[in-house]
């Protein structure tokens, strides 16, 4: 599995961005797609994620009603809305797809649920 995130960039606090992972080698919708971020000098931390099997969408407490994760129909290309951008948001942000078909709720917030990472792309919020 191939995963490619694009979209960072420079933004001023409450602006907005929308970040693209296309991916290539496994498009089965049956999997689930997330988005994780990692700041300097802190731990990877959940955005967001689209259940494959439901499609149910789950959200990180600190992006809720901020940010919206999406897909296109064939399963190729995810995205992540972001609205209201904070300088906390400063993040280099990472798609990922999971190991599994089933992850279960309380499960899929944790990175070791997912196998396949992109290279991320930056996304900085100046204040």
């Known amino acids: 599995v191939q995963l490619q995130a694009s979209g960072g960039g420079l933004v001023q606090a409450g602006g907005s961005l929308r970040l693209s992972c296309a991916a290539s080698?496994?498009?089965?919708?049956?999997?689930?797609k997330a988005w994780f971020r990692q700041a300097p000098g802190k731990e990877r931390e959940f955005v967001a994620a689209?259940?494959?099997?439901?499609?149910?969408?789950y959200y990180g407490a600190s992006v809720k009603g901020r940010f919206t994760i999406s897909r296109d129909n064939a399963w190729n290309t995810m995205y992540l809305q972001m609205n209201g951008l904070e300088p906390e948001d400063t993040a280099v942000y990472y798609c990922?797809?999971?190991?599994?078909?089933?992850?279960?709720?309380?499960?899929?917030?944790?990175?070791?649920?997912?196998?396949?990472w992109g290279q991320g792309t930056l996304v900085t919020v100046s204040s």
């Open positions: 990922t797809v999971s190991r599994n078909y089933g992850i279960i709720s309380s499960r899929i917030r944790d990175s070791n649920e997912y196998a396949y």
């Open positions: 080698g496994q498009t089965d919708s049956r999997y689930t």
């Open positions: 689209i259940r494959g099997r439901d499609n149910n969408r």
